[in-house]
């Protein structure tokens, strides 16, 4: 039987798609979902995995969708850079 570490689901990489707007201060991030169990529920694991980048630490994702047969995360952070 797997150990729970081996079947909890991840976010795995993540790209930053940069700034919103110039001026905005908010930055654009997405991460890709892993190890979501067959049958689960893919916006719940979404919403209720957690996720850490850039310093920041998140219960889940803001935003969530599937493309590519791939579950997404998105979220847009604060940035002082994007000002």
């Not at 995995?49 to 047969?69: C, D, I, L, V, W």
Request: hydrophobic share 30%.
């Amino acid at each position: 039987m797997p150990l729970c570490s081996d079947c909890a689901s991840y976010w795995s990489w993540y790209k930053d798609f940069g700034c919103v707007s110039p001026g905005s201060g908010q930055r654009r991030i997405e991460h890709y979902l892993e190890n979501i169990p067959s049958g689960g529920d893919w916006r719940e694991f979404c919403v209720t995995t957690p996720a850490s980048f850039r310093g920041m630490h998140f219960t889940g994702a803001e935003f969530y969708f599937q493309k590519n047969f791939g579950t997404y995360g998105h979220w847009v952070v604060d940035d002082e850079s994007c000002n």
